[in-house]
């Protein structure tokens, strides 16, 4: 059974679960069973999320704001799902096209978007700074077991994980991707043409421009709504497609 699942937790993206799960069901030919794991069970959907990691967030100085999402590369802590094949969005997308090709890729080992909007000596540049990583978290692909090292390894180092990085991306930019050789033994990356970034652009230099939608790739990534304070549902553009 394929398995697309997203991670909510607190009230900000209420509406937006509703949203993507319809977009799913919109862009997918495939049978599949949608999950959200929460901290806040309400609806069939949603799947509780486990709480071992909190004690680590008890004062302001751990900065890894978004390791709920890390609980889902142990698919052993969610005994209600069934399968071997996953894929995982972020609530903040925007899908264009059918996501049908997720499901149809080569799996030798799991899939994370890169992002071809960064110029990627910037990246190096900024990598001993914990800025500007390469990878990005919001849409991953995965059969069964191919995550679960990286849980363990968060397990095993949660603390220093935690208090070190400020973000699942800089984390994975940091252990499991060579950013000097620009590839990961761990993951693919998904191809330039796929998955682009409204504020950030597309691929580096050559399409660039921010705040524009590409009706032809994939899907649309909102990664930098958190910073601008800005909910899809108030950008005029994509009121109609969302």
């Known amino acids: 059974m394929k398995n697309i699942l997203c991670v909510k937790w607190g009230d900000k993206y209420d509406s937006y679960v509703d949203k993507l799960k319809q977009q799913v069901e919109n862009n997918c030919s495939y049978d599949f069973n949608f999950y959200c794991l929460t901290d806040n069970p309400q609806k069939e959907y949603d799947i509780l999320l486990p709480t071992h990691w909190d004690k680590y967030f008890n004062s302001n100085r751990n900065f890894f704001w978004a390791y709920r999402k890390c609980y889902m590369f142990d698919e052993s802590l969610f005994p209600e799902i069934h399968g071997n094949e996953f894929l995982f ?143 899809m549902y108030e950008i005029q553009e994509i009121k109609s497609l969302w």
Not at 195 to 216: A, F, H, Q, T
């Open 89 to 231: 969005f972020d609530l903040d997308i925007l899908i264009h096209n059918s996501i049908d090709s997720f499901f149809e890729l080569e799996m030798s080992k799991p899939w994370i978007v890169k992002g071809w909007w960064n110029n990627i000596e910037t990246c190096i540049k900024n990598y001993g700074k914990g800025i500007s990583p390469v990878t990005n978290s919001s849409v991953i692909r995965w059969n069964r077991g191919q995550l679960g090292h990286i849980y363990n390894h968060i397990l095993d180092n949660s603390e220093f994980v935690f208090f070190t990085y400020k973000s699942i991306d800089n984390y994975i930019n940091r252990h499991w991707y060579n950013i000097l050789e620009d590839q990961s033994e761990t993951f693919n990356v998904f191809e330039e043409g796929l998955i682009y970034s409204w504020y950030k652009g597309n691929v580096y230099p050559s399409d660039m421009e921010i705040k524009k939608l590409r009706k032809d790739h994939v899907i649309c990534l909102f990664n930098n709504s958190s910073e601008t304070g800005e909910h």
